[in-house]
């Protein structure tokens, strides 16, 4: 089973672009996630997915983000414009839908996008 | 909402020594807590968790203890090798969210 997939791997650019980050999740995995690590601090929570739905972006730091979920598959994550503090590691993680209490709560991550903004 | 605390942030130990890190969390709705370790260029994997209703859990070399009391649950890792190095980092889920609330993270250094 192929795991999450993540796209770029790195992205350098400067303030005041524009860039975009993919993910795609495991295949069937309803709930979607993306997160961000800015350096040396607590992995932090951005948005949630559930299929096409946004469920809780009360993580999402400003409106110079946005996220879509094209038809329940994919992820993608904008940053216009990009700001210096922007930079960090931008993590995806799916994982699939689940009944409170029941099953499994694990999230699949994938590798990362490692945003650079000079 | 949830706020986890992650102890040592970094960590050192001679190979087949035990490493024990230890997270504290504020929400006492919170009701599963996984760990999960990177290793450097990868990505995170999940090596362990436990729900509130479990007071520890053990895999092999591995071991999750949780005191819902104190709302504190640690990692403890025995016969360490070197391929135990990595960056671990706990979290915490409070029911009826989805999303996870980590730890700084604990970048663990195994010595041979």
């Known amino acids: 089973e192929a795991g999450v997939t993540q796209f770029p791997s790195h992205s350098v650019i400067e303030k005041g672009q524009t860039v975009t980050l993919r993910c795609d999740p495991i295949?069937?995995?309803?709930?979607l996630y993306w997160y961000r690590r800015v350096m040396g601090k607590e992995i932090k929570f951005l948005l949630h997915f559930v299929k096409e739905s946004k469920q809780d972006e009360s993580g999402m730091p400003n409106n110079r983000f946005l996220a879509e979920r094209t038809g329940g598959t994919y992820s993608t994550l904008k940053v216009q414009p990009a700001e210096l503090e922007d930079s960090g590691v931008y993590f995806c993680?799916?994982?699939?839908?689940?009944?409170?209490?029941?099953?499994?709560?694990?999230?699949?991550f994938g590798p990362g996008t490692r945003l650079t903004v000079t | 909402g949830e706020n986890v605390e992650q102890h040592p942030s970094t960590l050192s130990v001679q190979e087949g020594d035990s490493a024990v890190i230890k997270c504290t969390y504020s929400d006492s709705a919170s009701n599963y807590f996984p760990w999960y370790k990177q290793e450097l260029g990868k990505r995170p994997q999940l090596i362990i968790d436990i729900r509130s209703n479990v007071g520890e859990k053990k895999d092999q070399r591995i071991a999750v203890t949780l005191n819902k009391t104190a709302k504190h649950f640690s990692l403890h890792i025995t016969e360490t090798q070197p391929e135990d190095s990595a960056v671990y980092f706990c979290?915490?889920?409070?029911?009826?969210?989805?999303?996870?609330?980590f730890g700084t993270g604990t970048r663990l250094t195994v010595i041979p």
């Open positions: 979290a915490a889920r409070y029911l009826g969210a989805n999303n996870l609330f």
């Open positions: 993680a799916s994982s699939p839908w689940l009944d409170e209490g029941q099953g499994s709560y694990e999230q699949y």
């Open positions: 295949s069937g995995h309803d709930n």
